[in-house]
């Protein structure tokens, strides 16, 4: 595990299914993960989260999540069990949580780490990062509307739709990535924050990781 990082999704994700698993954590140095985290974590890539189950090791949070429910979900709770529309709906936000929340999100993170000096002592870059907050906004927009009358976003229950996309929205307001614009402005999502983060399941992850945004 890397603090502040995905790995939390699989680690939330682990207490849901009521799996044993040991968690090893690398602190990061210089917000980067540590050479020793890259050596351990079996990729090139060097990124987390990372399992390993048995001989097998797995990359990419959504790929995690994906093997953990085919072999230990065995009622397929977490993707929404027989019901086809439910099912749909928790895999279309298991794939927002990166190609929509996060890479917008990610898009303002880089242009304020990589923008020149230049830049960003004009005020060049704070219209550069409202630009780019746009799609933000409107993908907080749209997760509002779903939640209108779910608790969470499948409905009753957390599912891997959650364990996947909490990460990716408390990332967008822990590092103002939406302009300024506070949680507060989409009060289902705010609602939604807290009740994931009111489960048991949330709480056991945060304390065995001692996992903070």
């Given at each position: 595990?890397?603090?502040?990082?995905?790995?939390?999704?699989?680690?939330?994700?682990?207490?849901?299914l009521?799996l044993p698993?040991k968690?090893?954590?690398?602190p990061?140095?210089?917000?980067?993960?540590?050479?020793?985290?890259?050596?351990?974590?079996g990729?090139?890539?060097?990124?987390?989260?990372?399992?390993?189950?048995?001989?097998?090791?797995?990359g990419e949070?959504?790929a995690?999540t994906e093997?953990?429910?085919e072999?230990?979900?065995?009622?397929?709770?977490?993707?929404g069990?027989?019901d086809e529309a439910?099912r749909?709906?928790?895999?279309?936000?298991v794939?927002?949580?990166e190609?929509t929340?996060?890479?917008?999100?990610?898009a303002?993170?880089?242009?304020r780490w990589?923008?020149?000096?230049s830049?960003?002592?004009s005020?060049?870059l704070?219209?550069?990062e409202?630009?780019l907050?746009i799609n933000?906004?409107?993908d907080?927009?749209?997760l509002?509307?779903?939640?209108?009358v779910?608790?969470f976003?499948?409905g009753d229950?957390?599912?891997a739709?959650d364990?996947?996309?909490?990460?990716?929205?408390?990332?967008?307001?822990?590092r103002?990535?939406?302009?300024g614009?506070k949680v507060?402005?989409?009060?289902?999502v705010e609602?939604?924050?807290k009740?994931?983060?009111?489960?048991?399941?949330?709480k056991?992850?945060?304390?065995?990781?001692?996992?903070?945004?």
């Open positions: 595990l890397l603090q502040a990082s995905r790995s939390i999704r699989i680690t939330w994700l682990l207490e849901e009521s698993y968690s090893i954590f690398f990061r140095e210089n917000n980067k993960a540590p050479s020793a985290f890259k050596s351990e974590s990729s090139k890539l060097g990124k987390a989260p990372c399992l390993k189950d048995g001989g097998l090791m797995i949070s959504g995690i093997y953990l429910i072999k230990y979900d065995k009622k397929n709770r977490m993707m069990g027989n439910k749909n709906r928790i895999r279309t936000f794939h927002a949580a190609g929340f996060l890479i917008h999100a990610l303002v993170t880089y242009a990589f923008s020149l000096e830049v960003k002592s005020g060049e704070k219209e550069l409202k630009g907050a933000v906004g409107k907080l927009g749209w509002d509307a779903e939640l209108e779910k608790k976003i499948s229950s957390v599912s739709a364990t996947m996309c909490l990460f990716s929205v408390q990332f967008i307001f822990a103002d990535l939406c302009a614009r507060g402005e989409w009060r289902n609602r939604w924050i009740e994931c983060e009111s489960t048991e399941s949330w056991r992850a945060v304390t065995k990781t001692g996992h903070e945004m």
